[in-house]
């Protein structure tokens, strides 16, 4: 029997950089569950019901913590911000771009708890292959 817990959520308090104004806080919620192994969630909470969601491969914010990650819409980068680490993310889609200060502490604490439950080089063996085939294989009969 396992001891390993099947997920981990944690909330993050970020900080939307705004250029020229103070930056905004805002309270986001990452999760890893050990049936989706390369992914992590992260849900941005941006006030009353509203809440936006991103998937990053869990290498990606992982690697980020170290050196500049990341291509197009994603990137995760080291760095400062009032003397304290900090890693940033930056975000762009078709809607817009946000910049995000997550404190370094707090990420790595949620990044170290994620690999107890998967640890590095066994994501695959919590993947169901077949099934996942058989997903990107369906298609709907046409009318």
């Known amino acids: 029997m396992s001891t390993r817990p099947d997920s981990v959520t944690t909330q993050l308090d970020l900080r939307l950089v705004v250029p ?10 990452l ?7 390369y992914a992590i969630k992260v849900a941005f909470h941006t006030g009353g019901a509203d809440v936006v969601e991103w998937t990053f491969a869990r290498s990606l914010l992982t690697d980020g913590v170290t050196h500049p990650v990341g291509e197009g819409d994603v990137q995760v980068w080291p760095s400062h911000s009032g003397g304290k680490p900090v890693v940033c993310l930056s975000l ?28 590095t080089g066994s994501e695959s063996d919590h993947v169901d292959v077949e099934a996942e085939l058989a997903l990107l294989l369906w298609s709907e009969p046409e009318i």
């Open 92 to 119: 762009s889609s078709p809607s817009g771009r946000a910049l995000f200060e997550a404190p370094l502490s707090q990420l790595v604490e949620f990044l170290t708890k994620t690999y107890a439950v998967v640890p």
């Open 31 to 37: 999760t890893y569950e050990h049936s989706d192994p």
């Open 20 to 29: 020229g104004n103070p930056s905004l806080p805002v309270t986001s919620e």
